[in-house]
């Protein structure tokens, strides 16, 4: 009777012993009954068994984040040394060729902001759209004035246009970019209105381009066939992406 009794009583305390929160006194005590008696002993390595398995999973967990994490960052690795072998083969051939350096400027620069926008995608976990379109800015900035100082300055080709083509199509390109992006970020918009706001601003952003290119005057844009021409597929696909937007709003 006593030795039931002491089993019951070690068998209430065993899941305090087993997550540690029993007295040292009690620790003590369950351990050496355990070391004499086979049946508390069984029921103690069941319960560390199945202790066990719910922490399996985290574990298992942790490795595969773990191994992706590797894995992103050995192709990372890798694209970077691809990019610097292309880099280097480029003006070494520019040089020999041109005995200085013209158009593997143009590359290098192509090739840094892949790099930069690989990596980010790769590494961001946080606003990866934000940091994203920010690496667009400053790369397409960087690639545009590399062309520039290539054409005119090192191949002796061309005019400074930069300043009054280049640099205004850029910003108000990558103002119709970036607006949907702050649209679907702060105002929670689904994806197809946003597809839906981008259209309208592109149709805006071919007349913005035409005028600043001087291709027409302001008259033109009110013609059937400028329209026809230059607006009139973005107006469509403005009222596809909206009306599907629709269609996912009433799915919900």
């Known amino acids: 009777m006593d030795r039931e009794l002491e089993c019951e009583i070690v068998r209430d305390l065993l899941p305090l012993y ?20 086979a049946d508390c002993n069984e029921i103690y390595r069941r319960m560390t068994f199945h202790l066990e398995e719910e922490k399996r999973p985290s574990e298992v967990g942790d490795v595969k984040r773990f191994l992706n994490k590797t894995k992103r960052m050995f192709l990372f690795y890798g694209l970077c040394g691809l990019s ?49 379109m920010g690496v667009i800015s400053v ?14 300055y090192l191949m002796d080709t061309g005019t400074i246009w930069i300043f009054r083509y280049g640099y205004p199509i850029m910003l108000f390109w990558l103002g119709a970019v970036w607006i949907p ?56 696909g403005a009222v596809l992406f909206w009306m599907l937007g629709r269609v996912k709003k009433l799915r919900k």
Do not use: P
């Open 18 to 37: 087993v997550d540690k929160m029993a007295s040292d006194v009690s620790k003590e005590s369950i351990r050496r009954h355990l070391e004499h008696c």
């Open 84 to 132: 610097v072998l292309s880099i280097l083969i480029c003006m070494i051939v520019d040089l020999a060729v041109n005995k200085k350096i013209t158009w593997s400027l143009i590359v290098d620069c192509a090739v840094l902001f892949s790099d930069a926008f690989a990596y980010t995608a790769l590494t961001c976990k946080k606003n990866k759209g934000f940091a994203l």
């Open 139 to 152: 790369g397409t900035f960087c690639l545009l004035t590399a062309i520039q100082i290539s054409l005119y």
């Open 181 to 236: 992006v702050l649209i679907r970020t702060f105002l929670k918009w689904n994806l197809w209105d946003c597809g839906a706001v981008l259209f309208l601003l592109a149709l805006i952003g071919n007349y913005v381009t035409n005028l600043i290119t001087r291709d027409y005057v302001w008259k033109d844009i009110f013609e059937i066939r400028y329209f026809i021409n230059n607006g009139l597929g973005d107006l469509l």
